[in-house]
């Protein structure tokens, strides 16, 4: 008889989450200007506009500490130190985006069960279908149609499970690069699948076509079988790793990575970045499951709290191994130190309903691939793109600078006021985590930056040479 | 320690020294190229590579180190830097041995290799031979700092635009600080337009409206010496485009 695991979500145990809880203390909003953190190498300072990161004296530490919940003293005290920019993020409406990722729902059917999955089990809540070939053809005209030679454009293969539709997958692939080529544009390919289908010939099909191939795995064995079963109850694990093997071996175009998408059920995070990483995935990512329509598998508060002690747990070992030059791709840490080192800065969490936009099996066009036939998010359609009103409505309803409480968050250019299809669905549960979460990746920053800056790609040059001595003509 | 030292490249890219003006920034200063209000970049790619130094508005050597391996390969004044690793400096259709102001930009594609070793080929204008001589190429970047092996202190400001001497009469790309009177007493006669170069010296309303083209040596017109020494005589008011007293 099988267990339904999936009915019985364990208690969080926040006990021992010490890190998390320093965290959440430390993260805790006051000024949206500016976020104070510490690190063994002293005070340092984030300003938010344009995402500055200084360190400081402790005497500039205190003062801004005493004047950070009265903006109106705070903000001259950090001008007068110089800090003052110009406005990075403006309301400014964005002009005209042409298209420049689009993902396709290529078979609106699945044949796993998970738990808490947006498509609720691939159909979207209607009829499972397939998306007929000359759709997902008007999807790349509509992806090409605004290029111009050198340009570089991204298509998507989701679902539902994509690979139900192996054949339109295929052909569509094929139309795209002679389409691309023709036009002089470079074109990306990516698949998320759950690896179920998968066989040895799609690994040589990807490997020759250089796609991104993200497997949704949630966690080692009886972990994973709970949350991601096939339509029956019973577990994938096995079958999955049986079928991935070979495509780890064979990744050298293609990249074969995972996601695990993080439940109340599979919080051994480090657990299972360790072993995804020993079997060979190219990187492995964590995001928490915030909106289930099923309402299975949320995180609580409790939950988040687990959750941010694991990813600074990993987050520690991740900053060990760079010190340490070993590799140890931990997508969330390898995305979040480009980030930081930039200085990236964000009105929007993502491009949707920006140059992003997901396509349904029958041609119409969404906001992203979560809102497939979900009128909330409706654009347009592949043959006449996306509605110019529409869109232009849709980002200046979704910017951040209209969003609460985003609006008073040191971290909202950061984070970008989360992801659209859950925030409309249930609102923003996970800001302490998300802030907690990026006070660490603060942290870590500077550590790495003192203690490997070649891993962010500083030339570092030894004593120039001394008979190399130019002089001013 | 300093009180603040910006961390990331958006806080290094960012930051102005206190008391320094918002020109300080690239983006917000005039910051042209050619050669520069406020810095002369392209001064840059003189000493871009160990043992020679180039014209920064060409790509002519102008200076050869005593005892190096420029001296070795038989590299002279007359040598024109031709490609950098087969990456061609120099664009179609241009006079032999001159290049376009931008021939730097041809750059873009091997400065990473910088601290490293690449193959420069050079032509020698007198009968546009060639010969391939490896040269050490110096790192442009510490950081995002500029590495003072390429910009020593003063490099970047020894050759600065002049408005109000040689470029007012010398920017051939009417690019200038502020406007300046060009073509004056314009009328139109029948379907052309005709009128002076307002540099045009001593006309009168009976001089023929002929444009003078801009030649530095044309008695005609007003050269470097009569505005520097007498511009105040030299050029006229202008109202409603007409010359005024």
């Not at chain 2, 020593?152 to 600065?160: E, F, I, K, N």
Request: proline share 6%.
């Amino acid at each position: 008889m099988l267990i339904q695991l999936n009915n019985i979500v364990p208690v969080a145990d926040v006990r021992g989450c010490e890190k998390a809880s320093r965290l959440f203390a430390l993260s805790r909003p006051h000024t949206p200007q500016a976020h104070l953190f510490e690190t063994e190498y002293g005070c340092h300072l984030l300003m938010a506009n344009g995402s500055r990161v200084y360190t400081i004296s402790a005497e500039i530490a205190a003062q801004v500490q005493r004047l950070q919940n009265t903006p109106e003293d705070l903000v001259p005290y950090l001008d007068a130190l110089g800090l003052e920019s110009a406005q990075y993020i403006t309301e400014e409406a964005l002009p005209p985006l042409p298209v420049r990722t689009l993902s396709l729902a290529i078979a609106q059917k699945c044949n796993l069960g998970c738990t808490y999955c947006y498509a609720q089990e691939g159909q979207f809540g209607g009829a499972p279908k397939n998306m007929p070939l000359e759709v997902a053809q008007a999807a790349v005209a509509l992806l090409l149609r605004d290029t111009e030679p050198g340009d570089r454009v991204q298509l998507a293969f989701l679902g539902g499970e994509p690979l139900i539709n192996r054949d339109a997958l295929r052909a569509a692939t094929a139309f795209a690069v002679e389409a691309a080529q023709t036009k002089g544009v470079s074109l990306g390919f990516s698949i998320t699948t759950n690896g179920t289908l998968l066989t040895p010939e799609d690994g040589a099909f990807f490997e020759r076509h250089g796609f991104a191939v993200t497997i949704s795995l949630d966690g080692i064995g009886a972990t994973h079988d709970s949350l991601r079963p096939y339509k029956n109850g019973r577990g994938s694990y096995e079958q999955i790793l049986k079928n991935v093997r070979p495509l780890l071996a064979l990744q050298r175009r293609m990249q074969v990575s995972a996601r695990v998408t993080v439940t109340p059920s599979n919080l051994c995070l480090r657990e299972t970045l360790d072993a995804l990483i020993a079997l060979g995935f190219h990187s492995v990512g964590f995001s928490p499951m915030l909106t289930s329509p099923t309402g299975r598998g949320e995180m609580r508060q409790e939950d988040l709290h687990v959750m941010l002690e694991q990813m600074v747990t990993c987050g520690e070992e991740f900053e060990r191994q760079v010190v340490a030059d070993r590799r140890y791709p931990f997508q969330n840490m390898l995305n979040a130190m480009q980030e930081m080192h930039r200085g990236s800065h964000r009105p929007y969490p993502c491009g949707a309903g920006a140059g992003y936009f997901g396509v349904s099996a029958e041609g119409g066009l969404f906001a992203c691939h979560r809102f497939v036939g979900d009128d909330v998010g409706v654009m347009g359609n592949v043959s006449d793109g996306a509605d110019a009103e529409r869109q232009s409505r849709w980002l200046a309803e979704r910017h951040v600078h209209r969003q609460e409480p985003c609006r008073s968050c040191w971290a909202r250019y950061l984070c970008g006021g989360g992801c659209h299809h859950e925030v409309l669905r249930r609102g923003r549960p996970a800001c302490d985590y998300i802030r907690g979460w990026l006070h660490y990746c603060l942290q870590a920053y500077i550590r790495l930056a003192e203690r490997k800056p070649a891993f962010f790609g500083v030339p570092v040059i030894t004593a120039p040479s001394q008979t190399d001595r130019p002089s001013l003509s | 320690m300093n009180e603040i030292q910006p961390k990331n490249l958006r806080a290094l890219l960012d930051y102005r020294g206190r008391g320094n003006p918002i020109s300080s920034h690239p983006q917000d200063a005039i910051s042209n190229c050619f050669p520069g209000l406020e810095t002369d970049f392209r001064n840059v790619w003189r000493r871009l590579f160990v043992g020679i130094e180039l014209h920064e508005a060409t790509n002519q050597v102008v200076a050869i180190e005593p005892g190096s391996e420029a001296e070795a390969r038989g590299l002279t004044t007359n040598h024109f830097l031709v490609s950098v690793d087969s990456v061609l400096i120099r664009g179609p259709n241009v006079m032999p041995a001159f290049n376009t102001i931008e021939w730097n930009n041809g750059l873009a594609e091997v400065l990473q290799r910088g601290g490293s070793k690449v193959t420069c080929r050079f032509e020698l204008l007198t009968d546009a031979s060639t010969r391939d001589v490896e040269l050490m190429m110096r790192p442009l970047f510490e950081g995002i700092t500029l590495t003072e092996q390429v910009a020593p202190p003063g490099a970047l400001t020894q050759s600065l635009c002049s408005p109000w001497q040689n470029d007012y009469r010398e920017c051939a790309c009417f690019y200038w600080a502020a406007n300046r009177p060009d073509f004056v007493n314009v009328e139109i006669v029948g379907n052309t337009a005709q009128g002076h170069n307002w540099m045009h010296k001593q006309r009168t309303p009976t001089t023929p409206k002929e444009y003078l083209l801009d030649d530095p040596s044309d008695p005609n017109l007003v050269n470097y010496d009569d505005l520097f020494r007498n511009w105040e005589q030299e050029l006229r008011f202008q109202v409603g485009g007409q010359d005024t007293d």
